[in-house]
């Protein structure tokens, strides 16, 4: 048990973390530097950083959190303003660590088990407290990320040298690649070296390139020794871990685990096997790279808060309902639908939902919209809302923006989707037909992406977006000029927008789903006949796509499954991908398929 | 709609044009409801653990128990997404299986029981536990009703009728089940079936009662109906009348619900008596109305 060591309290700790209070705690022959945020009545969020970082590493998530909980950072031993252990060989064991924690944990929360966020090797260092009996009682819950157990890992190597199956080798194989800088931190002497000389100096700058983080107050002056000191994290736990991993390493509070799925430095693979260590995991994924704590702090945020609150209070009512195929990827993140009334729309909204996504829906019809929002609520949605907007109303749809970023944040995935239907010939289709279908079909679409794209590169936090093409983007047909145009428009429009927004890491996707049974038969106008033929021709286009049959659920799972995986162009139905194929290697084919007379 | 005492004296009414007699339609009744019972007590000893195999087969015993020896078709029973046929490619795969139940999870039990030459086809869908879900697919198969029958009222082509049912559960966000089944169909004729010593079945249909149907069909081809009620030409007529057995059948992710009773068609010109339900004291009906009075 150690004790605070003057309490300086109300000084600033740095420019990073405003309004901190800092105090310095003794515990095993050297001292912490810890830093608290927000009211110390509120349960106890523990924020453990990694390598070669200092507590600042986490400014970007602390201020969100502190607005619900007592936060306390602390720099681990010879990081920051922290002091190292003398000899540094030795001193920095995984037991020696535990010692810290739990002096940090028992002087800012003596009375409330603590709740514990770790990321890269504050992550490893937590695995160790909550798989320790030890620590038992005084940890409420862990979030982990990008930080495996060093135990779990060992076991996980060991499985796959004893048994080596193709895949499994493969699996070892990459892993291996992607630490090759564990090897280079095991030479003596040239990593320090290193760091206080020219990677010290320029670590900012590869940071900024290679892993995106936007530049700032992040890394601070203290990286040079950070990283020196913290290499012996490495020299002094590695080897010995991987070689007699431990056998009783179970979890013994609830994980909830996020996955970057860009990490260079971690497969995604390792965290394979992690339900046998531990009982109570709720898994994440986010598309983004090492540091997200710097690159994603509003969605580490939303996610921390909601498992703590949930483990805190221990409701099982507020416990993640979501159980959709993609719950780990899109729960608690928001997503706006247009056109979600109905067909693809109200099934995208319910597949999101289902995701435990929070949605937005959109539509002209305020009741259908309404109803999809009431369903949605229904299956497992964070939360669900009803917009009655024209997305080709520019004024409306930025209202709706400002409306949507003021009361539910920014949306993190966008799926352009209203759309109307026009058929009859060019000849026969008037400036105002022609007007109607490209206001909604091609002007909704830059809308939204204008508007909504905007918050979201603003933000600088990634996202999605996905529009609605069709397969009549690239299959001309003499029935459908003016729709097929319109999507064409709209396809090229994604190709374009998804070049130019790669490099903030919100990706673009163009759905194509070919004949798909929603009601856009029956609402679709038809240029040049009588009211009369254009019903017969509605009826007759209905029962052909009904006896088709292709469920906009379908079109819907592969929405998911392109934003899961950062797809550009997706087309649905067999017809949509073989006609895809023939535009592309018998053109001529789709030509003289135009021509035929469908109806 | 019409309410119970309505139908029952409208039904002791004579019906000169419609060869069902008052005695024949208090039959019909009598076995619906006796099914109707059984899918009650059949639900009440429903716990987790129980497969549809097991479900089926207490349907049955419970009938048997109970003088019915001829079946329309032997009793299902749908357990979690089955119940909104989630992946079914072929018929076999509506008959019972060995999928076992879980808390929360819907089914439903669809028997089609013969007694004393009556036949009943019934649907009782119902969740193991609380599912506010699936109490909003129950609560919006109401309007499936009202609709039905007014538009059967309104001798509107069955085809027709069809696609207002479907249009309105898609309107609803729901996707319509009831085409996973055989043609399609939204409902089918039964009849009285006659008693014989022996009564076999072919792929769960009793023979009786298979042949009743191929005669219907067969003299419908000829003048131009269909005893099975389904979104094909062949369906694209006015309601023709008898006794049809209408199973609207919702479907949401995984989640399905419906219900089957009994839907009297008459060739009578009064609106009212040119259908009515057979019964309006069914477990779906009563359960409509205890909420619209809570």
């Known amino acids: 048990m150690s004790e605070a060591v003057g309490e300086s309290g109300e000084t600033s700790v740095s420019t990073a973390l405003e309004g901190a209070r800092e105090r310095r705690i003794a515990t095993g022959g050297i001292e912490l530097s810890v830093a608290e945020l927000g009211d110390p009545a509120r349960p106890t969020v523990l924020l453990v950083h990694g390598y070669p970082d200092s507590k600042e590493v986490w400014s970007r998530v602390a201020p969100l959190l502190a607005e619900r909980f007592h936060v306390v950072l602390y720099d681990v031993r010879g990081c920051g303003r922290s002091t190292a252990p003398q000899p540094l060989r030795g001193g920095y064991t995984l037991e020696k660590l535990t010692d810290d924690f739990l002096a940090v944990a028992d002087a800012v929360s003596p009375d409330r088990p603590v709740h514990l966020v770790g990321h890269d090797w504050g992550s490893v260092q937590s695995w160790e407290f909550v798989t320790v009996p030890r620590t038992q009682g005084r940890i409420a819950s862990f979030t982990s990320m990008s930080g495996p157990s060093l135990d779990h890992f060992g076991h996980w190597i060991k499985k796959r040298m004893t048994r080596p199956t193709p895949r499994r080798a493969a699996q070892l194989l990459n892993q291996a690649a992607k630490s090759w800088y564990v090897y280079m931190l095991h030479t003596p002497a040239l990593p320090e070296l290193a760091w206080k000389g020219p990677l010290g100096k320029r670590w900012p700058k590869i940071l900024e390139r290679v892993e995106k983080i936007p530049a700032g107050d992040y890394p601070t002056a203290s990286l040079p020794t950070d990283a020196a000191h913290g290499a012996w994290l490495y020299r002094d736990n590695v080897r010995t871990r991987l070689r007699h991993p431990r056998t009783d390493a179970y979890a013994h509070c609830p994980v909830q685990l996020i996955t970057p799925t860009g990490d260079a430095f971690l497969s995604e693979r390792l965290y394979d096997e992690l339900e046998q260590w531990v009982p109570q995991l709720t898994r994440r994924t986010l598309p983004a790279k090492h540091w997200v704590p710097r690159t994603r702090p509003d969605q580490l945020a939303a996610w921390i808060e909601e498992f703590v609150t949930a483990k805190d209070e221990g409701d099982p009512a507020k416990e993640v309902a979501a159980r959709g195929r993609y719950a780990d990827r899109f729960g608690g993140r928001l997503v706006l639908v247009t056109g979600a009334a109905s067909g693809i729309g109200r099934a995208t909204a319910f597949a999101f939902a289902e995701a435990g996504a929070r949605v937005v829906v959109v539509d002209r019809d305020a009741e259908g919209a309404a109803r999809t929002a009431d369903m949605a609520r229904l299956i497992g949605a964070g939360a669900a809302w009803a917009e009655a907007v024209d997305v080709a109303d520019e004024a409306a749809m930025e209202k709706l923006a400002e409306k949507v970023a003021a009361e539910y944040g920014i949306v993190d995935v966008l799926v352009n989707n209203a759309g109307i239907g026009l058929s009859g010939s060019f000849l026969e289709t008037t400036s105002e037909d022609w007007k109607k279908v490209l206001d909604v079909n091609l002007w909704g679409v830059i809308h939204g992406c204008r508007i909504f794209g905007r918050q979201m590169a603003e933000r600088g936090q990634g996202g999605h977006i996905v529009n609605t093409a069709s397969a009549a983007a690239y299959q001309p047909s003499k029935t459908l000029p003016a729709y097929s145009t319109s999507k064409a428009a709209v396809l090229m429009l994604s190709e374009c927008l998804r070049a130019e927004l790669a490099g903030q890491g919100i990706g673009v996707t163009a759905v194509c789903p070919g004949l798909v049974n929603t009601s856009i038969t029956t609402t679709s106008h038809v240029a040049g006949v009588s009211p009369e033929e254009e019903k017969r021709r509605q009826s007759k286009a209905a029962r052909l796509y009904g006896i088709r049959n292709y469920p906009p659920e379908k079109v819907a799972d592969a929405i998911l499954r392109a934003v899961v995986r950062n797809q550009a162009v997706v087309p649905v139905t067999p017809e949509a991908r073989g006609s895809r194929a023939l535009s592309r290697f018998a053109p001529r084919a789709l030509r003289a398929i135009a021509r035929i007379e469908p109806l | ?294």
């Open chain 2, 1 to 294: 709609m019409t309410t119970a005492a309505t139908a029952s004296t409208a039904a002791t009414r004579s019906r000169r044009d419609f060869s069902a007699t008052s005695a024949d339609l208090r039959g019909f009744r009598e076995v619906q409801r006796l099914a109707y019972a059984c899918a009650e007590a059949v639900a009440g000893q429903l716990k987790p653990g129980v497969t549809e195999r097991e479900a089926a087969r207490m349907q049955r015993r419970w009938l048997r128990e109970r003088g019915v020896t001829d079946w329309f078709h032997l009793p299902f029973a749908w357990f979690g997404d089955r119940t909104a046929f989630v992946n079914f490619r072929i018929p076999l795969q509506f008959f019972p299986t060995d999928r076992a139940l879980e808390p929360g999870m819907p089914f439903i039990l669809d028997m089609a029981p013969v007694y004393q030459g009556y036949t009943a086809d019934i649907g009782y869908s119902g969740c193991l536990g609380l599912s506010p879900l699936h109490d909003r697919l129950l609560a919006d198969l109401e309007a499936h009703r009202e609709l039905l029958l007014r538009e059967v009222r309104e001798r509107r082509p069955l085809r027709e009728i069809y696609e207002d049912v479907e249009r309105l559960m898609v309107r609803q966000g729901y996707a319509n089940r009831h085409r996973a089944y055989p043609f399609g169909v939204i409902a089918h004729k039964v009849d009285r079936v006659r008693q014989r010593r022996w009564s076999p079945t072919l792929f769960g249909f009793g023979t009786q009662s298979l042949k009743g149907l191929a005669s219907d069909a067969l003299h419908g081809h000829r003048e131009g109906w269909s005893p099975l009620w389904s979104p094909y030409r062949f369906s694209d007529h006015p309601p023709q009348p008898g006794l049809w057995a209408v199973e609207p059948h919702l479907g949401f992710r995984g989640v399905g619900a419906k219900f089957e009773e009994i839907l009297v068609v008459t060739d009578s010109r009064d609106p009212e008596e040119s259908a009515f339900w057979l019964d309006d004291d069914l477990p779906h009906v009563r359960r409509w109305q205890e909420e619209k009075a809570a």
